[in-house]
C-alpha cells in the first residue's frame, strides 16, 4: 500500500512538471514598451499607442513594430505558418493589441500614420464606418490588405524595372 501511495504521487509530480513544461512554451503576446523599443522592421522607436504592431512565433519569439505598414511588409516575408499571434494597436484602443486577423484598416489622408501610407487599424466594423463617415478614405479587412500590399509591391518592381532599361 505505501509503495502504492508513492507511485501515485511520484506520477502527479510527473504530470505537473510536464504541464508546466508545456504551459512554458505556449507563445504569449508581451506588452510593447513604447518609447522603449525599436521597430524591427525600420529601426525606428514604437512610440504611438494607436500604431503599433506584434508577431509572435510559435516558438515565442516577439518582433515588435512601430506602424502596421511595418509589420505587413515583414509578415510577408516570412513563413507565415510559423506566427502564433499576429496583432496590431488600433486607433480607437490605444495600447491594446488586437487580432490583426479580426481587425479592420483604413487607408484615409486624414489620418497619417508613422511610415506615411495613411494606414489606421480600427478594432471593429462599425467603428471602421464612423471613421470614414468622419474621415474619408478606404476600408480594407485583413486579406484586403494583404492584396494592396502585394500589389504595390509588383507595381513598384514593374517602376524599377523599367528605370533600369
Known amino acids: 500500500m505505501k509503495k502504492a501511495v508513492i507511485d501515485l504521487i511520484v506520477n502527479k509530480i510527473m504530470v505537473l512538471v510536464l504541464l508546466t513544461g508545456?504551459?512554458?512554451?505556449?507563445?504569449?503576446?508581451?506588452?510593447?514598451?513604447?518609447?522603449?523599443?525599436?521597430?524591427?522592421?525600420?529601426?525606428?522607436?514604437?512610440?504611438?499607442?494607436?500604431?503599433?504592431a506584434e508577431l509572435v512565433t510559435q516558438k515565442g519569439k516577439i518582433f515588435t513594430f512601430d506602424a502596421v505598414e511595418c509589420?505587413?511588409?515583414?509578415?510577408?516575408?516570412?513563413?507565415?505558418?510559423?506566427?502564433?499571434?499576429?496583432?496590431?494597436?488600433?486607433?480607437?484602443?490605444?495600447?491594446e493589441l488586437l487580432d490583426a486577423f479580426a481587425t479592420y484598416y483604413l487607408i484615409s489622408e486624414d489620418l497619417p500614420s508613422p511610415m506615411g501610407m495613411f494606414l489606421t487599424a480600427i478594432s471593429d466594423e462599425e467603428m471602421a464606418e464612423k471613421m470614414v463617415k468622419k474621415h474619408g478614405?478606404?476600408?480594407?479587412?485583413?486579406?484586403?490588405?494583404?492584396?494592396?500590399?502585394?500589389?504595390?509591391?509588383?507595381?513598384?518592381?514593374?517602376?524599377?524595372?523599367?528605370?533600369?532599361h
Open 22 to 52: 508545456m504551459l512554458a512554451c505556449t507563445p504569449t503576446p508581451q506588452p510593447i514598451a513604447y518609447g522603449q523599443q525599436a521597430c524591427d522592421f525600420c529601426r525606428m522607436g514604437i512610440m504611438d499607442q494607436r500604431y503599433a
Open 71 to 95: 509589420m505587413v511588409n515583414y509578415y510577408q516575408k516570412q513563413e507565415q505558418e510559423k506566427f502564433a499571434h499576429v496583432l496590431v494597436n488600433s486607433y480607437d484602443k490605444p495600447g
Open 137 to 164: 478614405g478606404e476600408v480594407y479587412q485583413w486579406q484586403g490588405l494583404m492584396d494592396l500590399f502585394d500589389s504595390q509591391r509588383a507595381m513598384h518592381n514593374h517602376q524599377v524595372q523599367h528605370a533600369a
